[in-house]
T-cell receptor, first 113, second 114 residues
Framework: NAGVTQTPKFQVLKTGQSMTLQCAQDMNHEYMSWYRQDPGMGLRLIHYSVGAGITDQGEVPNGYNVSRSTTEDFPLRLLSAAPSQTSVYFC????????????FGQGTRLTVV | DQQVKQNSPSLSVQEGRISILNCDYT??????FLWYKKYPAEGPTFLISISSIKDKNEDGRFTVFLNKSAKHLSLHIVPSQPGDSAVYFCAAADSGGGADGLTFGKGTHLIIQP
């Protein structure tokens, strides 16, 4: 019973490098989201998707791109990493928007040097 | 402007006593509220939720109370156990809104003392 799977768990990038954080869910959930967690800031929404082919911006979208070509996958791309993007990233999925809880992956700890 | 506020960064409670974690919100469109528990190096896990049509929801040792007029909710844990030591996040959603995702508070670190 995998749930939400994120890869990699840890990553160190140099400033200016690009990378993709992977997220996959096997629960056939329509809604998927990316959050970042910073000390003293809680979890902040980066981007979200309400179904395949549909994405939108959250609270802190700058510097990140997303796409949703399948129901299962929702990758997060950093095109040119900056030290301000050092954070722990969580992917989450929900069945729909009405009164359902979100299930989270284990997180990706990203350090940009 | 924070829409979901958890004003206590940390809380220390003796084992066996009641833990009360508080959360306030400002957006009157929020109609669904959740509590998540997070251990270090793990993702948040869902604990309990409440819809705005209710004022109380119980699940074993966990009870969430919602006071809509005060825009306040609280999580009660009775009795508190050592395994309850974790960071607790309050989250809120507008189920009828156009934007998805949950709005989280900054979290409260609960420490259960033996």
């Amino acid at each position: 019973n995998a749930g939400v799977t994120q890869t990699p768990k840890f990553q160190v990038l140099k400033t200016g490098q690009s990378m993709t954080l992977q997220c996959a869910q096997d629960m056939n959930h329509e809604y998927m989201s990316w959050y970042r967690q910073d000390p003293g800031m809680g979890l902040r929404l980066i981007h979200y998707s309400v179904g395949a082919g549909i994405t939108d911006q959250g609270e802190v979208p700058n510097g990140y791109n997303v796409s949703r070509s399948t129901t299962e996958d929702f990758p997060l791309r950093l095109l040119s990493a900056a030290p301000s993007q050092t954070s722990v990233y969580f992917c989450a999925s929900r069945m729909d928007s009405a009164n359902t809880e979100a299930f989270f992956g284990q997180g990706t700890r990203l350090t940009v040097v | 402007d924070q829409q979901v506020k958890q004003n206590s960064p940390s809380l220390s409670v003796q084992e066996g006593r009641i833990s009360i974690l508080n959360c306030d919100y400002t957006n009157s469109m929020f109609d669904y509220f959740l509590w998540y528990k997070k251990y270090p190096a793990e993702g948040p896990t869902f604990l309990i939720s409440i819809s705005s049509i209710k004022d109380k929801n119980e699940d074993g040792r966990f009870t969430v109370f919602l006071n809509k007029s005060a825009k306040h909710l609280s999580l009660h844990i009775v009795p508190s156990q050592p395994g309850d030591s974790a960071v607790y996040f309050c989250a809120a959603a507008d189920s009828g809104g156009g934007a998805d995702g949950l709005t989280f508070g900054k979290g409260t670190h609960l420490i259960i003392q033996p």
